[in-house]
């Protein structure tokens, strides 16, 4: 068990860096308990970690909480460490649910003879309990028909069985953490966990069911609860396991398809130009006279060499001045292919092929249109532009503009900037 890890919000900074973004605590990477950065792709689910980290003040990798569904990725997941994969056929035995349905004769989740005097203590939690499993059982039986896609339940424990670690293996490396961290924390099966994140069942739903599960199963933990010194609060549990819940499908939510993302582009764009980026609507096409024109491609290329003979920064193609997206497909490319072939044609033959290590495009598609972002590093040495029907010609940024420089002016500034 680790120990939660004090937080201060005054010292926590979300920084860009090439390719993704990364959260900074106290002028540092923050780690996961096994070295990971919290470094993701997508700004906004750093940005949801980092309010969740400015509320609580701390960090608790053992909870069930976005940051630990966030490292449990990092430190297993992601190293191929999957306890519930690996330990599918043990957990799947051990499984009430599962056993109930393929047994020849299934028992009731709660036994209500023995269940009278625990109701007996807690009135407040009977209704909400027996409501929940009644929707839950409904909704596994449903859940569980579709799995094993006719099969009958009679003898079909291995058709069930192979059937859910086939749709375990399909989900994403943050359900999967989810499911394991469930399951760790709440000792409740597999299945409601692998219900919960599949949105089969609700929060409330999981929550009152694990409770009744654990209970009715005598669960050492739960009972202990129940038995112990302290008076047992179950409606407080309940609480406790739907707050959990809650905190689950909240984070898993990031990952859903159709969520809008904050990625390195969405955050470029979001900045506005600079003298370390800038916007161009195409690479080729003529937007007022509506044809190829040789100088737009050259005011994107002389952008690249002045940034590889500067600071370095980035270009990005299909967007207006004013940040608005209008795509790359206004090039009338076939496809992004063969777009991309005749960017870095151009590039090698305006400037050589020694320049390829100090550019890097990506493409990414926003609202149904794609932007280009060339990735301009600085340069080891001066970069000429000597594009075919135009002047050879030596360019720097000089703050949000490329300038050309005269050959004195040139020679003064790569003897300045290139000092050996």
């Given amino acids: 068990m680790t120990k939660p890890a004090a937080i201060s919000s005054e010292t926590l900074d979300l920084v860009m860096r090439e390719e993704d973004f990364i959260i900074y605590h106290n002028g540092a990477p923050l780690t996961t308990p096994m070295g990971a950065g919290f470094a993701h792709a997508d700004a906004r689910i750093l940005k949801h970690l980092l309010v969740k980290f400015t509320l609580s003040g701390i960090y608790n990798s053992d909870g069930i909480n976005s940051a630990a569904i966030f490292s449990f990725v990092k430190d297993r997941i992601e190293k191929g460490d999957d306890p519930v994969s690996e330990n599918f056929d043990s957990l799947c035995r051990k499984d009430t649910l599962i056993g109930n349905r393929t047994a020849n004769q299934p028992k009731p989740l709660i036994n209500v003879a023995d269940a009278i005097d625990f109701f007996d203590k807690n009135p407040e939690v009977m209704n909400l309990i027996f409501w ?3 929707v839950m059982s409904e909704a596994y039986r449903n859940f569980v028909s579709l799995l094993e896609n006719g099969a009958p339940p009679e003898g079909g424990a291995a058709i069930l069985q192979k059937q859910l670690k086939k749709y ?3 989900f994403s490396a943050e359900k999967k953490a989810a499911v394991n961290l469930l399951l760790a924390n709440h000792q409740n ?6 219900m919960l994140v599949s949105h089969v069942i609700t929060p409330s739903e999981y929550a009152n069911s694990t409770l009744a599960l654990l209970l009715a199963q005598a669960n050492t933990n739960e009972k202990s609860r129940a038995n112990g010194a302290a008076p047992y609060q179950p409606l407080q549990r ?7 819940a809650l905190k689950t499908i909240e984070f898993l939510s990031f990952f859903e398809k159709g969520q809008n993302k904050i990625s390195v582009i969405h955050e470029l764009i979001s900045r506005g130009e600079s003298d370390s980026l800038e916007f161009k609507s195409t690479f080729r096409w003529d937007l007022y006279q509506n044809k190829k024109n040789p100088a737009i ?3 994107a290329l002389k952008t690249m060499a002045a940034f590889m003979n500067s600071a370095g920064g980035d270009l990005l193609i299909g967007v207006e001045d004013n940040g608005n997206i209008r795509g790359i497909e206004l090039d009338q490319f076939e496809n992004t292919a063969k777009f991309l072939l005749h960017v870095w044609t151009l590039i090698k033959s305006s400037m050589g092929q020694q320049v390829s290590p100090y550019l890097k495009t990506t493409l990414e598609t926003i609202s149904r249109r794609t932007v280009c972002r060339v990735h301009c590093l600085p340069a080891p040495a001066p970069v000429f532009l000597r594009q075919k029907g135009f002047d050879e010609r030596f360019y720097i940024r000089t703050g949000p503009g490329t300038a050309s420089l005269e050959i004195s002016e040139a020679l003064e500034y790569i003897a300045e900037h290139w000092k050996r």
Wanted: proline share 5%.
């Fill in 297 to 299: 491609e050259h005011a």
């Fill in 132 to 134: 929940s499993v009644s």
């Fill in 189 to 194: 099966g597999m299945m409601l966990p692998l």
């Fill in 238 to 244: 309940i609480m406790q396991l739907h707050d959990e």
């Fill in 168 to 170: 375990y293996d399909d």
